[in-house]
Each structure stands twice: as structure tokens, then as C-alpha cells.
């Protein structure tokens, strides 16, 4: 059974970072892409960022020079260091990974891990 376990959100003040975990377990994910997608109230789910493989990365416009994308292939396990957080980040987060188009959405889906810029 694929199963994808997101850890290290949290509430946060503007300005603040946080780092999210996400392991997988179940699928080889060390040959698919990974990637960090949320959801804030009332909007469409849209994607943060992607890394595949290779190492290549993908960042949407609003958080490009402010969050990393990483991961450990070994573990499984894919990361998301947010820095210099805006009220606006705020939204769940969702782990997202194995087979699937380019730069995703992939096949299989995290709980989600909730997130909150405020002061």
C-alpha cells in the first residue's frame, strides 16, 4: 500500500520559515517526481513546487527565492523549507508523488498538513 506522510506544519508569524517533511513508503519514489501542492480555503488546489529524479526543480511565481524544494531519494522522503512566509501562504499542504505528468500532478496523494501565516 502507497502511503505518503506529511510532517512540520504548524502555525507561524509573517516573516517566519518552516519546514515540511513528506515520506514515502510503498512505490520506488526514488525513480518519480515529487512535489508540495496546497489548498487555502475557497481557492483551487495549486501546485508550490516539483522535483524530479534528476534533481530538476519547478517553483510556482509566488513563492520562487523564497521556498526550496529538496529531497533524499534514499528515504523517500521529499522536503519543503519555506522562508520569509506571507499571510497568503497560508493553506494546506499536500505532499504529491509517483508516476504522472512532468511536473504532476502524480498519482498518489498525502493527508495534507496545515499551514498558518499570521501574527
Known amino acids: 500500500q502507497v502511503q505518503l506522510v506529511e510532517s512540520g506544519g504548524g502555525l507561524v508569524q509573517p516573516g517566519g520559515s518552516l519546514r515540511l517533511s513528506c515520506a514515502g513508503s510503498?512505490?520506488?519514489?526514488?525513480?518519480?517526481?515529487m512535489g508540495w501542492y496546497r489548498q487555502a480555503p475557497g481557492k483551487q488546489r495549486e501546485l508550490v513546487a516539483a522535483?524530479?529524479?534528476?534533481?530538476?526543480?519547478k517553483y510556482a511565481d509566488s513563492v520562487k527565492g523564497r521556498f526550496t524544494i529538496s529531497r533524499d531519494n534514499a528515504k523517500s522522503t521529499v522536503y519543503l523549507q519555506m522562508n520569509s512566509l506571507k499571510p497568503e501562504d497560508t493553506a494546506v499542504y499536500y505532499c504529491?508523488?509517483?508516476?504522472?505528468?512532468?511536473?504532476?500532478?502524480?498519482?498518489?496523494w498525502g493527508q495534507g498538513t496545515q499551514v498558518t501565516v499570521s501574527s
Open positions: 522535483i524530479r529524479e534528476s534533481g530538476t526543480t
Open positions: 510503498g512505490a520506488i519514489f526514488n525513480i518519480y517526481g
Open positions: 504529491n508523488a509517483g508516476p504522472g505528468p512532468l511536473w504532476g500532478p502524480y498519482d498518489y
